[in-house]
């Protein structure tokens, strides 16, 4: 096995990650941090990493201790907002990072696109297909910069495993998997019952555009020793299909050159799991491209996996197979494909920050990010129907060129009534 050094890689990529212009203090973008729990943390840390670049100005939340939390990393230096319009009614702002609950994306997408903010928003996109597409609607008629939390794509091997497949190498894939496996006690996040919100929560606003529900522990889903779990309950988000599923399948459709599947087959529940969620715990997810097949495939009641990892994306070829994570990725050459050597390649940079650094340098050139909202609204999009076909129970083709379902049955599940004022519009 050969390892392929960080120098060698860098004269041979194509790609680069522009650094961010130095620029004065007054010179600086102007922030502003909507959604500040575990995800919206590590936003902000970025950015004031980009302290040359970027200026924290104000931050939000509806729950008062990660509000507090956000303004003491900021050593106080940034506004504490409760109602995230304040922010976008500030001119001074430049741009919004929203790492809320995904049920409040696209709202808040259209909103600050129409403020003339520039955008920062956590993937998965949105929570219907209606829309990812009146996001990517909304960029464009604002002529906004909108980037999407996919940061695999600032990722310097992610971009070399990319165009290791476009390349040929492999020879003709036909098939790719991606998959999160873990063993979890049957027990899970458990069953706790609905109560009244605690007391520094405003629990109407943290619902917004989704259903009234009465306050569950989990549906709010702060958990100290985890991400969130409100993405276990359809009202805000998709479970594993589209919190990690956007991920993986953003890399196999980048591949591809953006391709959307054109039949999309599901099946999966709770087979495992004791525990309040409402999505499934187990799933299988197959999706058929033009040339290959793609799978997503997710459990929690055992963790054995293909070479000991607990989530990846396989590339498999005639001439070799490639594996992929966000440690590095591995070309296994196929036995008669003797002109291939095995090759190991360990991740190179901080994509975090550089997904950071790329979008500031979209804001300066006005230029689309590595991550545009049309890109991540295809990969949404795609991780969107392999729900609608598991809770539809339909084999559900996919008509790209009108945006929909060609089965009429399935189009119920592409968008959602949203709760008052929170309709989106234009």
Request: charged share 25%; with cysteine.
């Amino acid at each position: 096995m050969s390892v392929i050094s960080r120098r060698d890689w860098l004269k041979a990529t194509p790609f680069t990650i522009l650094p961010a212009r130095a620029r004065g203090a007054n010179d600086r973008l102007v922030g502003g941090f909507i959604g500040m729990g575990r995800m919206g943390m590590a936003n902000l840390s970025f950015a004031l990493k980009l302290e040359k670049d970027i200026e924290v100005r104000a931050v939000c939340d509806v729950y008062r201790p990660h509000l507090e939390k956000a303004v003491d990393a900021t050593h106080g230096r940034a506004k504490a907002v409760k109602d995230f319009r304040e922010i976008l009614a500030d001119p001074e702002i430049d741009f919004v990072c929203i790492s809320t609950p995904d049920h409040w994306h696209a709202y808040m997408t259209v909103e600050a696109c129409k403020a003339g903010k520039d955008v920062f928003v956590e993937k998965p996109l949105s929570v219907t297909v209606e829309e990812a597409q009146l996001m990517v609607q909304a960029a464009r008629k604002y002529n906004r910069v909108v980037q999407a939390g996919t940061m695999q794509r600032s990722g310097l091997h992610f971009q070399q495993a990319v165009e290791i497949v476009r390349s040929g190498v492999l020879g003709k894939v036909t098939f790719c998997r991606t998959w999160n496996y873990t063993n979890m006690p049957k027990s899970g996040i458990g069953n706790p019952p609905d109560s009244d919100p605690p007391p520094d929560l405003d629990w109407d606003m943290w619902l917004g555009p989704a259903p009234y529900r009465p306050f569950n522990k989990n549906r709010f889903g702060v958990d100290p020793k985890a991400f969130s779990h409100f993405r276990w309950f359809w009202d805000y988000a998709g479970g594993m299909m589209t919190d990690w599923g956007v991920h993986l399948l953003d890399i196999v459709q980048w591949a591809f050159d953006e391709a959307m599947p054109r039949s999309i087959v599901a099946l999966g529940g709770k087979y495992w799991l004791e525990d309040n969620r409402e999505t499934p715990d187990t799933l299988q997810v197959t999706y058929e491209y033009p040339g290959f097949l793609a799978t997503y495939e997710n459990r929690y009641g055992n963790a054995q996996s293909m070479f000991d990892k607990s989530y990846g994306i396989l590339f498999h070829g005639d001439r070799g197979t490639l594996f992929v994570d966000r440690s590095g990725y591995r070309l296994i050459p196929e036995a008669h494909a003797t002109d291939l050597a095995e090759v190991e390649v360990k991740r190179f940079n901080n994509m975090n920050l550089d997904h950071w650094r790329n979008f500031v340098e979209a804001m300066r050139t006005r230029k689309r990010p590595i991550s545009d909202v049309e890109t991540c609204a295809r990969s949404t999009v795609t991780c969107l129907l392999g729900n609608v076909a598991l809770r539809s129970g339909l084999r559900i083709d996919w008509d790209e060129k009108n945006w929909t379902t060609v089965q009429p049955e399935a189009r119920k599940w592409l968008r959602r009534e949203a709760r008052d004022p929170w309709k989106i519009k234009l």
